[in-house]
């Protein structure tokens, strides 16, 4: 029996939506992933898409998806005019279904609501709940851990209507498994996928990031030209807490989709930074995702930096304003080396929150695309 006629027998569709949230700006980018990854009955929403309600898509999206940062399996939605009515509506759900006294869990709280005005407060009410209904009938309650919990529990709740999910990811998606660290101010996996994305990088190309920091640019561009899934290097999911988790059909989805991985020309991903600890740091990323083969990475400056051959597309993300305090010096340097050691790309692109940093390269500006990159507004520049 194939993976997928096994999960087709289980993984009746219901009512409910699964809510997969992504950054802001990347809800069109993420509806067109999720649509080649063969899920249907898409519908976009604020910060994210809805998707039917099956094993078989919570499996898809959150091993697959690039741009996803978390599936949201919904357990109730009620109207809620007051904070008795939260912890009793609270109180309905069969929490035992998804955890019990020896696990831990946390929650996640998004509130405006004219009664319950802090987050903290609306997320203790569903809180007491849990662990009054598991004591109730186990004699202890579980633990919170909002670090690495083994439930995550999401509580949305706008204009008196609340709806209380079940995080299917466990920890965001944008954490694959693979980052020791991102250094200062680095780039999220999920940001960095979806540039990629955005400007059509396949196997193909002969990628150069000259700003590389941790690595996370290169990694990704690694990790879509070898098919290695987005989730490859993850140990620990949301849906394995479930009522509905069948760890076989898990492990033949798993196998199916690592046996797709392939590889790639050596050194077809180039990358440099002219930081030490930067250059430390990505070089064990490499080691630990055991990429070091497919990217080669040189420890230099933009001004100095040669690549052994011309890069087919550049991508970067370097120093910017209040981040890095970035010179102009730097953004000369870069457009030097777009305009003389790449001659074979059509263009580059640069995120970074300044368009005076950028007019120093020298470069014309074909496009601009707005993202959030830390909590800042920033712009993806395509330059010829």
Known sequence: MSYKTEMSSNSSTTKELLFISCADHLEPLLKEELHALGLTDLRMGFRGIYAPSTMQNIFTINYLSRLATRVMLP???????????????ARKIPWLDYLDETKT??????????????????????????????????????????????????????????????????????????????????????????????????????????????????????????????????KNWGFTHLPTFN???????????????????????????????????????????????????????????????????????????KRLHAPPQIYQDLGHFLKTKCPAAPWGFLLTSSYHLVKASGCTVLSEWPLQHGGLSVTLYQLK
């Open 75 to 89: 357990l109730t939605h009620f109207s809620c005019p007051d904070p008795e009515t939260l912890y009793q509506e």
């Open 105 to 234: 869990f946390a929650i996640d709280a998004n509130i405006k609501h004219p009664l319950i005005r802090n987050s903290l407060y609306g997320a203790q009410l569903v809180k007491d709940a849990i662990c009054d209904t598991i004591r109730e009938k186990k004699g202890a309650r579980p633990s919170i851990d909002t670090k690495n919990p083994d439930v995550q529990i999401n509580l949305f709740l706008q204009n008196k209507r609340a709806t209380l999910s079940f995080d299917t990811s466990g920890a965001p998606l944008y954490k694959r498994g693979w980052k020791e660290s991102s250094g200062e101010a680095g780039v999220p996996e999920t940001l960095a996928a979806a540039i990629l994305m955005h400007a059509k990088y396949s196997e193909k190309e002969i990628l150069c990031d000259p700003f590389c920091g941790a690595g996370t640019f290169l990694i990704e561009a690694a990790m879509i030209a070898t098919r290695t899934p987005a989730g490859f290097f993850r």
């Open 247 to 321: 760890p076989t059909q898990w492990d033949a989805f798993k196998a199916h989709w690592d046996a797709q991985r392939r590889p790639i020309p050596s050194q077809s991903i180039i990358g440099s930074d002219s930081d030490a600890t930067s250059f430390r740091l990505c070089k064990e990323h490499l080691r630990k995702t055991g990429f070091e083969k497919e990217v080669l990475l040189l420890h230099t400056p933009v001004a100095k930096f040669s690549p052994p051959q011309s890069p087919t597309l550049l991508i970067t993300d370097p120093p910017f304003g």
